[in-house]
């Protein structure tokens, strides 16, 4: 089995000519409670996870940025000095956000060189598992490194839902509080407490948007925000005494709020949820908002192959396709590799 750094590595010299200067990377993120999406009124519990985006990147010969991924078969090239002013969409968009910002974090932005980048991932992209946030993250590093900034400038604090991906440690997660920027570390580690954390991929159709709100949705709404912050502290408060069981609990609360309140479930991911929990399963939510179809499931180790063999039963069993499983590990914030 190949490494992927070894074939970003191998990529980048045959799509631009020259060799890397290195290999950066960044793990993935699950927000377990809470939200990073409005970080002055949402607390949120999150993880860096064992899938990880990896790019090459080296100084380009002029001052143009060049971009390509082994995911798409476009690169996407910006001179510099317009940066600013050129309108780009699709998948580069956020990474050259990222460049604009670090870019303009220097003392002498127009002595910075051109960069060359080469990307991949591990991890699945649009199914909520922060593969966005793991790109800025790494490509913030990178830069930082290349244009010898001295310091992390990019995602801090314009990019709360990006420092999961920045300032995770192996075995740990990370609380923030709603008006913070910075998550606090608490050590969290499932092998230990017999635990593993699941994540569910049902494969079906995402939504871009909620429906038009009601005013009595808005309170609901508001409710589980109120209810859900509150499920964050408790669940800090677990994690410190050392009783991680009890995010079960407080994952159930929130996928039944998140479905009663927030009205944003959908067939698959309530079939995968109450699979896993009639399973064995501690408990079970939902991922992402809006709709990503995938869900997590907090298991004893010694029940989750019943939960695996479940799933896959009562999918057939309602004529929808083979919800993908995959264990997921609390992980290491972004690095340089090489």
């Given at each position: 089995m190949s490494d992927i750094r070894d074939d970003v590595l191998y990529d980048f010299e045959a799509v631009f000519g020259h060799p890397a200067a290195g290999v950066w990377s960044a793990p993935g993120r699950l927000t377990l409670l809470g939200t990073p999406d409005s970080p002055e009124t949402d607390a949120e519990l999150a993880i860096a996870i064992n899938r990880r985006t990896v790019l090459a990147a080296g100084p380009s010969?002029?001052?143009?940025?060049?971009?390509?991924?082994?995911?798409?078969?476009?690169?996407?090239?910006v001179d510099?000095?317009?940066?600013?002013?050129?309108?780009?969409?699709?998948?580069?968009?956020?990474?050259?956000?990222?460049?604009?910002e670090v870019m303009a974090s220097s003392a002498d932005p127009?002595?910075?060189?051109?960069?060359?980048v080469f990307i991949d991932t591990t991890i699945p992209v649009g199914a909520g598992m922060g593969s966005s946030s793991a790109l800025e993250a790494a490509l913030a590093l990178a830069l930082t490194d290349l244009w010898s900034l001295g310091e992390h400038i990019a995602h801090l604090p314009e990019h709360p839902d990006v420092a999961a991906s920045v300032f995770a440690l192996d075995d740990h997660a990370l609380v923030r509080l709603e008006g913070e920027t910075r998550p606090e570390p608490l050590p969290l580690d499932w092998k230990t407490a017999g635990l593993e954390l699941l994540v569910i991929d049902t494969d079906a159709p995402t939504a871009d948007e909620l429906d038009t709100a009601t005013a009595d949705d808005e309170v609901r709404r508001t409710l589980h925000t109120i209810t859900e912050n509150q499920r964050v502290r408790d669940a800090a408060l677990a994690i410190r005494d050392e009783t991680p069981r009890l995010l079960g609990?407080?994952?159930?609360?929130?996928?039944?709020?998140?479905?009663?309140?927030?009205?944003?479930?959908?067939?698959?991911?309530?079939?995968?949820?109450?699979?896993?929990?009639?399973?064995?399963?501690?408990?079970?939510?939902?991922?992402?908002?809006?709709?990503?179809?995938?869900?997590?499931?907090?298991?004893?180790?010694?029940?989750?192959?019943?939960?695996r063999v479940a799933l896959d039963g009562a999918f057939a069993e309602h004529a929808l396709g083979q919800p993908t499983v995959t264990e997921v590990l609390p992980s290491l914030g972004a690095l340089r590799d090489r």
């Open positions: 010969p002029d001052r143009t940025v060049r971009i390509a991924s082994a995911l798409v078969d476009e690169m996407v090239t510099l000095d317009e940066l600013a002013t050129t309108a780009v969409e699709g998948w580069s968009r956020s990474a050259l956000t990222i460049v604009h127009s002595a910075l060189s051109g960069v060359d609990a407080l994952l159930d609360a929130s996928q039944a709020s998140l479905r009663d309140d927030y009205g944003i479930s959908t067939t698959e991911i309530d079939l995968a949820v109450e699979t896993a929990l009639a399973s064995g399963a501690l408990g079970a939510r939902m991922l992402g908002r809006p709709f990503s179809g995938v869900a997590v499931a907090l298991v004893d180790t010694d029940t989750a192959s019943r939960v």
